[in-house]
């Protein structure tokens, strides 16, 4: 008896240390689903707040933008998930000690010029000019840019009597759209024409890049960055299908818009990135990568062209100076100029060789450049632009087969 005592009792002791350590496993296993859980929501969360990449090349132009001292300019810029920022639509900056944004920066379809309809008039040559800052015109207020002198040029020429290149189609009105966003690459330029040439319905465009490319950011090309954030947005999507998190990010909306324009607020810490940056335009690091090497500008440029070619649109390439090419001497964008050069006779393009028209005029050329600047030009340089451009679109509107079109 006592030993049948003795092994209930041992059953019993048994069946308890078992469902002791049942009980610890499922504490063990609560406590770690939510730990997990919390992490994920956090994860989740910031992700929404903050989405990873999200504003990597935003926040950088922001900071090289801040850097260079020009205050209020950071408010002209918004995030883009295609082109990485975009002009915001409707900007005026009213600032005489501001030397980069004079004037009207944006109209309310976010382009440098006056306002339009996508609609065109009957019998109008619409011009579309996507490039970089020396399109934009930084230096130059909207109506000193080289578009809207373009503009004034291709509108004097139908006035004239003998203006018959140009009025052979019946052409009477001249638009001509400044679609420049400053530091654009080539990269970008190509996302901004796939988003916009379509609705804007040009006659002639014009693709003016490589003053950014050749450019040391950090250690990852534009493309890289693209990749990287077209992965994060992936995962926010599929984030998105969650109830919880849906109301989560109704939730972070607000702080998450005022983060956008607050960049000013969290970029001081990096203002020895953004002086080592605008630096590497000048004397690279080569530790550092370009931010669209030149291989990838020659894929770009081509894609650009092949759009065009498949909508039987004319694309002139623009090459645009630096100061000491100006001047005559050596500059990082000739390798890049070449590349046009290249793609031009292979696909029969015209080139606007802004280069040329400044080195042939270098005894004053150079001095029409932005003070501190070896890039941008004030209203006479932009006048040169301009001049290189209308010529480049009379040599294209002679030919036979942009006048059966």
């Given at each position: 008896?006592?030993?049948?005592?003795s092994?209930?009792?041992?059953?019993?002791?048994?069946?308890?240390?078992?469902?002791?350590?049942?009980?610890?496993?499922?504490?063990?296993?609560?406590?770690?689903?939510?730990?997990?859980?919390?992490?994920?929501?956090?994860?989740?969360?910031?992700?929404?707040?903050?989405?990873?990449?999200q504003?990597?090349?935003?926040r950088?132009?922001n900071?090289?933008?801040?850097?260079l001292?020009?205050?209020?300019?950071?408010?002209?810029?918004?995030?883009?998930?295609?082109r990485?920022?975009?002009?915001?639509?409707?900007?005026?900056?009213?600032?005489?000690n501001?030397?980069?944004?004079?004037?009207?920066?944006?109209?309310?379809?976010?382009?440098?010029?006056?306002?339009?309809?996508?609609?065109?008039?009957?019998?109008?040559?619409?011009?579309?000019?996507?490039?970089?800052?020396?399109?934009?015109?930084?230096?130059?207020?909207?109506?000193?840019?080289?578009?809207?002198?373009?503009?004034?040029?291709?509108?004097?020429?139908?006035?004239r009597?003998?203006?018959?290149?140009?009025?052979?189609?019946?052409?009477?009105?001249?638009?001509?759209?400044?679609?420049?966003?400053?530091?654009?690459?080539?990269?970008?330029?190509?996302?901004?024409m796939?988003?916009?040439?379509?609705?804007?319905?040009?006659?002639?465009?014009?693709a003016?890049?490589?003053?950014?490319?050749?450019w040391?950011?950090?250690?990852?090309?534009?493309?890289?960055?693209?990749?990287?954030?077209?992965?994060?947005?992936d995962?926010?999507?599929?984030l998105?299908?969650?109830?919880?998190?849906?109301?989560?990010?109704?939730a972070f909306?607000?702080v998450?818009?005022?983060?956008?324009?607050?960049?000013?607020?969290?970029?001081?810490?990096n203002?020895h990135w953004?002086e080592?940056?605008?630096?590497?335009?000048?004397?690279p690091?080569?530790e550092?990568?370009?931010?669209?090497?030149?291989?990838?500008?020659?894929d770009?440029?081509?894609?650009?062209a092949?759009?065009?070619?498949?909508?039987?649109?004319?694309?002139?390439?623009?090459?645009?100076?630096?100061?000491?090419?100006?001047?005559?001497?050596?500059?990082?964008?000739?390798?890049?100029?070449?590349?046009?050069?290249?793609?031009?006779?292979?696909?029969?393009?015209?080139?606007?060789?802004?280069v040329?028209?400044?080195?042939?005029?270098?005894?004053w050329?150079?001095?029409?450049?932005?003070?501190?600047d070896?890039v941008?030009?004030?209203?006479?340089?932009?006048?040169?632009?301009?001049?290189?451009?209308?010529?480049?679109?009379?040599?294209?509107?002679?030919?036979?087969?942009?006048?059966?079109?």
């Open positions: 008896m006592d030993e049948l005592s092994q209930s009792r041992g059953i019993r002791r048994g069946a308890d240390v078992e469902q002791l350590r049942v009980r610890r496993l499922r504490k063990l296993l609560f406590s770690a689903v939510t730990m997990v859980t919390v992490l994920l929501l956090l994860e989740t969360g910031t992700r929404i707040v903050s989405p990873g990449t504003s990597q090349r935003f950088q132009i900071q090289i933008v801040i850097f001292g020009t205050q209020p300019s950071d408010l002209m810029l918004s995030f883009d998930s295609e990485f920022w975009k002009l915001k639509p409707n900007i005026t900056i009213d600032d005489p501001n030397t980069f944004w004079q004037g009207t920066v944006s109209n309310s379809r976010g382009f440098r010029c006056p306002e339009f309809t996508l609609e065109k008039a009957p019998n109008t040559l619409r011009v579309v000019c996507f490039g970089d800052s020396s399109t934009f015109g930084i230096g130059a207020r909207m109506e000193h840019t080289w578009p809207a002198q373009l503009q004034q040029l291709l509108t004097d020429g139908i006035a009597e003998n203006s018959a290149v140009l009025d052979a189609t019946g052409i009477h009105r001249v638009e001509v759209i400044n679609a420049g966003v400053p530091g654009y690459t080539s990269h970008q330029g190509l996302q901004h796939r988003q916009k040439l379509d609705d804007l319905d040009p006659d002639i465009v014009m003016s890049y490589a003053n950014n490319d050749f040391h950011w950090d250690d990852q090309t534009d493309a890289q960055h693209a990749a990287r954030l077209h992965r994060d947005s995962l926010r999507s599929m998105m299908q969650s109830r919880i998190v849906q109301v989560m990010d109704v909306s607000r998450r818009d005022q983060s956008a324009t607050q960049t000013v607020a969290t970029a001081s810490p203002q953004a080592a940056a605008t630096f590497n335009y000048f004397a690091n080569e550092w990568t370009r931010r669209v090497p030149l291989e990838s500008f020659r770009n440029v081509n894609q650009m092949d759009m065009c070619e498949q909508r039987s649109l004319p694309l002139i390439l623009v090459k645009w100076p630096d100061q000491p090419q100006a001047a005559g001497k050596w500059s990082p964008r000739i390798a890049y100029q070449n590349v046009l050069e290249d793609i031009a006779a292979e696909r029969t393009l015209q080139i606007a060789d802004v040329r028209l400044f080195q042939d005029n270098r005894g050329s150079v001095g029409t450049y932005v003070p501190n070896i941008h030009v004030n209203r006479n340089g932009n006048r040169l632009a301009a001049i290189a451009a209308r010529d480049a679109i009379e040599l294209v509107r002679s030919q036979p087969v942009f006048l059966t079109n």
